[in-house]
């Protein structure tokens, strides 16, 4: 749908596919449905299920015919076996740009993302405090925060308006991991992922991670935060479960262009 000088451009958010080397044939009619209806195809991690990159392989395959632009980034499944670069070789071969604290704009939209670490949330957030292990633990998320601040100015940084997404694997609030056991709350996400969406107006926050979590949930500021996790998504019984996100923004030329944080 278009009017004057506006565009809407319809967004498909999708995560924790999992997908495995014996998945051959299983996704084609998922990413035909989400081809029919989308104009860009967000992924928010695990979309390996051991992090081989033979299990992306498989996911390009399936993504044949798919004419959508993807992005997205990796989760921790897709950290597994320390092969994540070699599945982010393998990704790009599928059109799909892999953010890890960059930016990137598509058609006409900002889009900044980080795979993100836990840590917890609040004021039981983990601190900087005691063993080397634990300020390892506690400066991951820090420093996945700062990615994500950095992906979000350089955004800033584009002349004219840009509706800002971010995209992480990792929750950045406790709403939408609610229905997970309270003892793996910090290994699902951190506040400290919230801190740069505080700083920064985004439209929206797209996260998965978290399978028997809350499909959705807000910042303390009212920015919408979305659990794309396929198991979450599946709860809504269609047969083919995205999110589906409409944006108005002011039409502008076309654009599909990296931004590297430098």
Same mark, same amino acid.
């Given at each position: 749908?278009?009017?004057?000088?506006?565009?809407?451009?319809?967004?498909?958010?999708?995560?924790?596919?999992?997908?495995?080397?014996?998945?051959?044939?299983?996704?084609?009619?998922?990413?035909?449905?989400?081809?029919?209806?989308?104009?860009?195809?967000?992924?928010?991690?695990?979309?390996?299920?051991?992090?081989?990159?033979?299990?992306?392989?498989?996911?390009?395959?399936?993504?044949?015919?798919?004419?959508?632009?993807?992005?997205?980034?990796?989760?921790?499944?897709?950290?597994?076996?320390?092969?994540?670069?070699?599945?982010?070789?393998?990704?790009?071969?599928?059109?799909?740009?892999?953010?890890?604290?960059?930016?990137?704009?598509?058609?006409?939209?900002? $889009?900044?993302?980080?795979?993100?670490?836990? =840590?917890?949330?609040?004021? *039981?957030? #983990? +601190? %900087?405090? &005691?063993?080397?292990?634990?300020?390892? $633990?506690?400066?991951?998320?820090?420093?996945? =925060?700062?990615?994500?601040? *950095?992906? #979000? +100015? %350089?955004? &800033?940084?584009?002349?004219?308006?840009?509706?800002?997404?971010?995209?992480?694997?990792?929750?950045?609030?406790?709403?939408?991991?609610?229905?997970?056991?309270?003892?793996?709350?910090?290994?699902?996400?951190?506040?400290?992922?919230?801190?740069?969406?505080?700083?920064?107006?985004?439209?929206?926050?797209?996260?998965?991670?978290?399978?028997?979590?809350?499909?959705?949930?807000?910042?303390?500021?009212?920015?919408?935060?979305?659990?794309?996790?396929?198991?979450?998504?599946?709860?809504?019984?269609?047969?083919?479960?995205?999110?589906?996100?409409?944006?108005?923004?002011?039409?502008?030329?076309?654009?599909?262009?990296?931004?590297?944080?430098?």
């Amino acid at each position: 749908m278009e009017t004057e000088n506006k565009k809407h451009i319809r967004i498909a958010a999708i995560g924790d596919l999992h997908v495995r080397d014996t998945d051959r044939g299983k996704w084609k009619d998922y990413f035909t449905a989400i081809n029919r209806e989308a104009d860009v195809l967000v992924i928010a991690g695990d979309i390996t299920d051991t992090g081989d990159e033979d299990e992306a392989a498989v996911f390009t395959e399936e993504l044949q015919g798919n004419h959508l632009p993807i992005v997205g980034v990796l989760g921790n499944h897709d950290y597994e076996k320390g092969r994540h670069k070699i599945i982010k070789e393998v990704l790009s071969h599928a059109n799909m740009q892999v953010l890890d604290g960059e930016s990137t704009v598509i058609e006409g939209i900002g $889009f900044a993302g980080i795979k993100g670490f836990g =840590g917890g949330f609040g004021p *039981r957030m #983990l +601190s %900087r405090f &005691g063993e080397d292990m634990m300020k390892s $633990f506690v400066q991951e998320a820090v420093d996945e =925060g700062l990615k994500l601040e *950095r992906a #979000l +100015s %350089r955004l &800033g940084q584009h002349q004219g308006e840009i509706t800002k997404i971010a995209i992480m694997h990792y929750a950045p609030i406790p709403e939408t991991v609610e229905g997970e056991p309270l003892e793996i709350y910090p290994f699902l996400g951190s506040s400290r992922l919230l801190e740069p969406l505080q700083r920064t107006e985004v439209a929206a926050v797209f996260h998965g991670h978290a399978h028997m979590g809350q499909y959705q949930g807000e910042t303390p500021d009212g920015t919408k935060v979305w659990n794309v996790s396929l198991p979450v998504l599946a709860r809504q019984g269609k047969p083919h479960p995205f999110h589906l996100l409409e944006i108005e923004i002011n039409e502008i030329p076309d654009t599909f262009e990296r931004l590297p944080i430098k």
